[in-house]
Each structure stands twice: as C-alpha cells, then as structure tokens.
C-alpha cells in the first residue's frame, strides 16, 4: 500500500514561505472591489471570482499533492477530510471541518469557523447578493475536477450575511474514469 | 498570524552517489495524453518521429497499468481488462528494467505523468521523480504565463531539470 498522507496540515503549513495575512487580505479585498466596479453587477462578480477561484484550483492542486505526499483517498468521504484538514491549513492557514453526510456518502459541508479572506470586511446594502468568498468555493471546484471529481459547490452560510460561520456545501457530482485519450485514427 | 505561499522545495534532493550522466530522456504527460515536456540527453537511436515516439510512449503506460492492475493477486474486485479505471484505482508500476535501459514512471492523481528513462544500472529513483515534480510544481505550475495543459516552454526548469538528471546515479 502507498503511504498514508498526513491527517493535518500543521507540519506543511509551518515549513512554506508565508506572507504578511494583511496583505493578503487586503489584495483579494482590492480585487473584489475593482470586480464591482468593472462588472457592476454582483451576481457577474460573484460568478466572476468563482472563474479566478477554478482557475486557481487546477493549479493548486499540484501543489497540493506534490507538498502534502497524499496519494490517493479511498473515497469521497476520505477526500473532503483531507481538503478540510490538509488543505486549508497549508493555504489558508486555518482548519475546517466536514459534517452534515448525507445517506449516500455524497453531499456533505464544510465548515469554516475562521476565515482571513473576510477580516475587516462588511458588506454594505448595495452588495447584499454578493458571496464575497466565492472565490474559495472555486478553488475547491477546480481541484477536484483535476483528480477526476465533478462537484456542485455552493454557500449554505455565509458570516458576512449573519450567519455564525462559513458552510460550503459539496455536492460530488460524479467521478470520471480514466479513458484512452486518442483516437485510433489519429 | 502569517500565511500561505511557499517556495521551498520538498522532499529535499535525495543524495546522489557515483557520478551522473545516467539520463536517456525525459516524458512529462498530462491526463489528456498531451506531451508537456520531453527532453532527452543521451538518445543515440530514433526509429519513429516525434509525435508517434510520444504516443507510444503513452500507450505503453496505458495498457501496463491495466496489465498491472489486471494481474494483481491481493484484490478481488477487478473489472475486465480494458474497461476505464477512476484516478488512484487499481494499483501501479513504479519502474521495469532491460538490459539496456531502465525506465521510472510516476503518476500524480491529478494526471500528471513523469517518465524517466534511464542507465539500466540506477537505483530506485521514485524520490528523484518526486523530486522532478516538485521542480515542475515550482517552475511550471507557478509560473502565471503558462497555461495549464499546454506543452511547457520554461528555459529555467529545462536548466533546472537538466541540471538535476546530471547528478541522478
């Protein structure tokens, strides 16, 4: 059997270079902010940031596996366990948690009690439909897509909307096999 | 609190013993059987061109993983030889030996196949590929102008690379 990946992401996160969180915080805030201003519509921001999160996604997931050494979960449950608790430490630098299951081992949340990307940030009345984090549901969407799982992400509770934590649902669409790529003819 | 980013380079550079110069060529694959990267050092006969060496190349791995997988003892569930696997299933080969050369093969989940095609006499060289990975990881993936998918025109994780072959034994 390969080796088992690491059941947290603590040791991966204390050896990477890291930036200044404020800095961090405030360049996606930049971002959000002139995607407002250049898209107008908040529903076009919100698909916008999830378009920058995929595109992030498909490349961090090389990062992902080459940091962290995992090399295969055995399902879907496995999976959302290694991005709550491997995954979001070594990025984000905090640790999530997975429940709500539902029966068939396929839909299920995770929950952020913490998130840098929203200190000092609240959401005026003009921008009430915005999912201001909606980039990170993107990330996770292009990840996995990138180890052949197609998911459905959407938000169930949002802080900036009231609510006391962060829930991303994770909807596991269906799981791509591995075909041959080219023709015969070709 | 500080955070994210990271240029360390992980697993640190396995140790090389007796001198180098071991390395025939290089395959780097992505899931959609698109070549990223060949490069090759010391490849003294070509029999096919280009574009067909790749395919072969691909096809070979192809058909040896579901071999590999189709022919192992410790599993019961086994579906027909041929029919498509999910990413991780079914176990893999990790490197086979002639008397001419040696080839190593690793495989990440995301799809990215790297081939290394060596000295008959290396030894087990699963870190170094890793190690290839992490360089790819670094120089390719990071690099904002590359776009994921397409062949990898990076004159730095050439020298890199080329740099780090010359010292595998």
């Not at chain 1, 908040?42 to 940091?67: P, S, T, W």
């Not at chain 1, 003009?126 to 980039?135: A, D, F, K, R, V």
């Not at chain 2, 060949?38 to 058909?63: A, I, V």
């Not at chain 2, 027909?80 to 190593?104: A, D, E, I």
Request: hydrophobic share 35%.
């Amino acid at each position: 059997m390969p080796p088992v990946g690491p059941r947290s992401g603590d040791a991966i996160f204390a050896n990477v270079e890291r930036v200044n969180a404020e800095l961090f915080t405030l360049t996606y805030g930049a971002i959000v902010r002139q995607l407002l201003t250049d898209l107008e519509e908040v529903e076009e921001v919100n698909k916008q940031l999830d378009q920058m999160g995929y595109n992030i996604g498909i490349r961090l997931i090389d990062e992902f596996l080459a940091k962290s050494n995992v090399s295969r979960c055995v399902d879907f449950k496995e999976t959302a366990e290694v991005i709550a608790k491997v995954g979001f430490k070594m990025f984000l630098g905090v640790t999530a948690s997975v429940t709500n299951w539902d029966a068939d081992g396929t839909c299920c949340s995770i929950v952020l009690e913490d998130n840098p990307l929203v200190d000092f940030v609240e959401l005026p009345d003009t921008c009430q439909g915005l999912y201001y984090c909606n980039i990170l549901s993107g990330v996770v969407r292009g990840a996995l897509e990138m180890v052949s799982m197609k998911t459905e992400i959407s938000w169930i509770r949002d802080m900036l909307r009231g609510d006391d934590a962060f829930e991303l649902q994770v909807k596991l669409l269906k799981q791509i096999p591995e075909e041959y790529p080219y023709k015969d003819d070709e | 609190m500080q955070f994210f980013g990271g240029t360390e380079i992980s697993p640190s550079l396995p140790a090389s013993t007796a001198s180098g110069n071991n390395g025939h060529m290089m395959y780097v694959f992505n899931r959609n059987g698109v070549c990223l990267l060949y490069r090759e050092w010391n490849r003294p006969l070509h029999t096919l061109n280009q574009q067909q060496d790749h395919k072969l190349m691909f096809g070979l791995l192809f058909s040896l993983k579901s071999l590999t997988a189709k022919m192992d003892p410790t599993t019961q569930d086994k579906s027909n030889l041929g029919v498509p696997q999910l990413p991780g299933q079914g176990c893999s080969f990790h490197s086979f030996r002639t008397n001419t050369y040696k080839l190593t093969f690793m495989e990440s989940p995301s799809g990215i196949k790297i081939i290394l095609v060596t000295h008959p006499r290396t030894s087990d060289l699963r870190e170094s590929l890793k190690y290839i990975y992490n360089l790819y990881v670094e120089y390719v993936v990071k690099n904002p102008l590359y776009t994921p998918g397409t062949p990898i025109r990076c004159e730095l994780f050439n020298t890199t690379l080329d740099q780090y072959v010359r010292s595998i034994s």
